[in-house]
Structure formats: C-alpha cells, structure tokens
C-alpha cells in the first residue's frame, strides 16, 4: 500500500471544520496514558514495595512486565518461596 493512500486515509482528521475529531483524539490518549499508569506501573510499584520489605530484590517486580505469567511468577515467588528476611 502506498505511503500517500495511508496519508489520506488520515486526511479528515486536519479539516478545519472538524474540531471534534482532536479533541476525541486527545480524550483517547489520554485514556491509553491512564490505563498504562493503572495497569503497568502501579503493580510495578506495588510489586516493588512488597518485594523489598519481603527481603528480595526489588527488581524482579519487573517480571511483571512478561505479558501473561510475569505477575504469576511474582506471586509464586511470594507465596512459596522462603522469605529472606525470615532467614535472620
């Protein structure tokens, strides 16, 4: 397909007249940046906090960026592993 058919394609969206357009595209990035926030960094740092006081290192909260078993290999790690601060 044709660089110029993909640019056109496009093209309602700088018409003048349609103000709207932007603004619901502004609105949906906004939503993605959110639900990023939600969904990816918020259990990160979550993970990260529980990780650390557990006595682990606090990077392997970034296993939960694995798309679909990351935060399940997290959790196991918590539940059945010996926590090294129990060690002491």
């Known amino acids: 397909m044709p660089l110029s058919t993909i640019l056109s394609s496009f093209a309602w969206l700088q018409r003048a007249h349609e103000p709207s ?37 606090g990077a392997l909260a970034l296993l939960c960026l694995v798309p679909g078993v990351g935060m399940i290999i997290v959790l196991c790690i918590l539940a059945f592993g010996t926590w090294p601060n129990e060690r002491r």
């Open 21 to 57: 357009a932007a603004g619901l595209m502004g609105l949906g990035c906004g939503f993605i940046l959110l639900s990023l926030i939600v969904g990816v960094v918020l259990p990160i740092l979550c993970f990260w906090r529980i990780l650390s006081k557990a006595g682990y290192s």
